[in-house]
C-alpha cells in the first residue's frame, strides 16, 4: 500500500512538475489599434504554442504606452519609431524602454479633403502636422521633399518651424496631436498623418494621398521592451514571431504597400 501511493505521489509530482514547464509566460504589450494590433492578434496562436500568453492592450495615443511601460504597469509597447523613442527619453530621465526588433514602416503621407493634387495647392494653405518634435520633424522633411518649403538642415529629423529658411506658398501650420488630424482634414488644405491613424479612418495611403515617403523612411516601427525584461525567453520567442516570413507575408498582403515590412 505505501509502494503503491509513493507510486503515485511520484507520478503526480511528474506531471505537475511537466505543466510547469510548459506552463505560459504572459507578455502585456500596448498597442495602437491598426496595423500593430492586428499584427500582435496575428501572431497569438504560434505564441501560445511556444508558451507564450500574449496580451495586447490598445491605446489611441502615444504617451500613455509608454508612460506605462516605465511606470512597469506594462511589459512592452510595439507602435513607436526611434526617432520619437529618442525624443520621449529626452523628456522622460526615468525611461526604461529598449527597442528590441524593426518590424514595419508606416509611409507617412499627405492627404486632403479640398484638392485632389499637389499642384492645387494654394498659397497660403492651411497645413496640418503632428505636433509630437520626432512626427512634425518627419512632417516637415517630407513637405521639404515635395519643394513646398526649405529647412536649414534637410537631413534634421528634429526640424521644427523655426528651421524653415524658405516658405513660398506662405503656408500656415496647425500642430494638433496626432490622433486628431484625420478628424479636421475637411478643415485644412493639407494634412499630414501617421499611416496607423490613417488607416484607422478608413485612408488608404497608397490610393488616397497626395504624396507619401518611400520605403527607405529611417521610420522604423519598433518592438520594445523594459530594461529589466529585453533578454528574457518570452520577448525573444515574440520578437522572432514578429521577423518571421509569415508576419512579412501578412503585412504585404493585407496593408498592400500602405506598411511595409523593415526585416
Known amino acids: 500500500m505505501h509502494r503503491k501511493f509513493s507510486l503515485l505521489l511520484a507520478a503526480s509530482l511528474s506531471y505537475f512538475g511537466l505543466f510547469s514547464a510548459h506552463a505560459n509566460e504572459t507578455l502585456t504589450l ?68 529598449v527597442p528590441i526588433a524593426k518590424v514595419h514602416v508606416e509611409p507617412f503621407a499627405a492627404y486632403s479633403a479640398k484638392h485632389k493634387k499637389l499642384a492645387d495647392l494654394p498659397s497660403g494653405a492651411t497645413v496640418a502636422i503632428p505636433n509630437d518634435p520626432s512626427n512634425s520633424g518627419r512632417a516637415l522633411l517630407l513637405l521639404e521633399k515635395q519643394g513646398l518649403l526649405k529647412l536649414k538642415d534637410p537631413t534634421n529629423i528634429s526640424a521644427t518651424k523655426k528651421d524653415i529658411v524658405a516658405n513660398p506658398k506662405k503656408l500656415k501650420f496647425r500642430e494638433l496631436e496626432a490622433a486628431t488630424l484625420p478628424r479636421v482634414l475637411d478643415q485644412v488644405d493639407l494634412a499630414l498623418i501617421n499611416t496607423n491613424y490613417a488607416l484607422e479612418a ?62
Do not use: C, M, W
Open 30 to 97: 500596448a498597442a495602437t489599434p491598426v496595423p500593430h494590433a492586428e499584427i500582435l492578434e496575428f501572431i497569438k496562436p504560434r505564441l501560445a504554442k511556444e508558451g507564450v500568453d500574449l496580451q495586447v492592450k490598445v491605446f489611441t495615443d502615444y504617451v500613455q504606452p509608454s508612460t506605462q511601460v516605465n511606470e512597469k504597469h506594462l511589459d512592452g509597447n510595439f507602435f513607436l519609431h526611434q526617432p520619437y523613442l529618442n525624443e520621449f527619453k529626452k523628456g522622460h530621465k526615468n525611461d526604461i524602454q
Open 202 to 263: 478608413k485612408l488608404n495611403p497608397v490610393q488616397d494621398s497626395l504624396f507619401i515617403e518611400d520605403a527607405r523612411s529611417p521610420y522604423a516601427n519598433l518592438l520594445v521592451a523594459r530594461e529589466d525584461n529585453k533578454d528574457s525567453p518570452a520577448f525573444k520567442k515574440l520578437a522572432a514571431a514578429l521577423n518571421s516570413p509569415e508576419v512579412k507575408k501578412f503585412i504585404e498582403e493585407k496593408y498592400k504597400g500602405a506598411v511595409v515590412p523593415a526585416f
